[in-house]
């Protein structure tokens, strides 16, 4: 099972074949792709290999993989042709219950005046992130997501029993590499990046860093329901995301709970850890 890390790197060496346009039988080093994507090899060489599994990349004769076609659509970007903005008009019309279980693409285009290759990439990103799926012939389906306040804070209630946990399980295992990698990730938006980033992609990276820290535990029922949450609560946080200033701290927050699971102090880490979603589920949730 790849990790969430590992799929977000997935996802942006299939953006660099595209953006680039790299022909097939195209040679990627590993080696130069994590210096592109300021990342250590193991999750590249991890994230090739789920790319490999796709069909969006091949192994060569002598080592290394090579590119073997162009995935079909980019995933949707900040600002741009402006579908981002849609992309969230339709995030939130869900949640407010304006848009019915099941839509079409034809009713979409219309109701957002949306070219074919927009709402192509917009379906293609729900679809990824687990909110849609198509139904079988025609159409598609919105999946449940939370939407009142008690759901949305019973949720945090869930998360503060099962992530402390996870991380005091007896067959945890530290995939070092995968936490340094979500730990830079939220140094930087410590740095000032937070500032810059979407809501969407702020989400993504702070759900990365719990998934990441959780899938250490080894055991995949803690894995799976970390992920089922993360799901279903996407689109409210996107509304209860916390003001720049805050959510700059809790990043910091981030920052010292990978600090202690890398200093081997598991037992503080956890205890951060439930303290962090302790006070975040006050702030966003009302706790």
């Not at 991890?46 to 980019?74: H, N």
């Not at 402006?82 to 109701?111: F, H, Q």
């Not at 029922?221 to 949450?229: E, G, H, M, Q, T």
């Not at 809790?250 to 962090?276: K, N, P, S, Y």
């Amino acid at each position: 099972m790849a990790t969430p890390l590992v799929e977000q790197i997935a996802a942006r060496i299939a953006e660099h074949i595209r953006e680039e346009r790299l022909v097939p039988g195209t040679r990627l080093v590993e080696r130069a792709l994590a210096e592109r994507l300021a990342v250590s090899r193991s999750p590249v060489g991890g994230a090739l290999r789920l790319l490999a599994a796709d069909g969006v990349v091949a192994a060569g004769e002598r080592g290394g993989y090579a590119v073997l076609r162009v995935p079909d659509a980019a995933p949707v970007a900040e600002g741009g042709d402006g579908v981002e903005t849609t992309y969230l008009r339709i995030a939130g019309d869900r949640l407010d219950g304006r848009l019915p279980e099941r839509v079409t693409e034809s009713g979409l285009a219309r109701e957002y005046g949306l070219t074919s290759a927009q709402l192509s990439r917009i379906l293609q990103r729900i679809g990824a992130e687990g909110w849609i799926e198509r139904m079988p012939g025609y159409g598609w389906r919105f999946r449940p997501m939370l939407t009142s306040q008690g759901s949305y804070r019973d949720s945090y209630r869930f998360r503060l029993t099962i992530e402390p946990a996870a991380l005091l399980e007896p067959d945890f295992q530290l995939d070092e590499d995968a936490v340094r990698e979500v730990r830079a990730q939220q140094q930087h938006l410590v740095d000032g990046a937070i500032r810059e980033v979407g809501d969407a992609e702020l989400f993504d990276r702070n759900s990365a860093f719990h998934e990441v820290l959780v899938q250490c535990s080894g055991n995949a029922f803690f894995i799976d329901s970390l992920r089922r949450v993360d799901r279903l609560r996407r689109l409210v946080e996107y509304r209860r995301t916390l003001p720049r200033d805050r959510a700059v701290v809790r990043c910091r927050e981030h920052v010292e709970i990978a600090d202690l699971l890398l200093a081997g102090r598991r037992a503080e880490a956890a205890e951060r850890l439930r303290e962090h979603l302790d006070s975040v589920g006050t702030e966003k949730a009302g706790e």
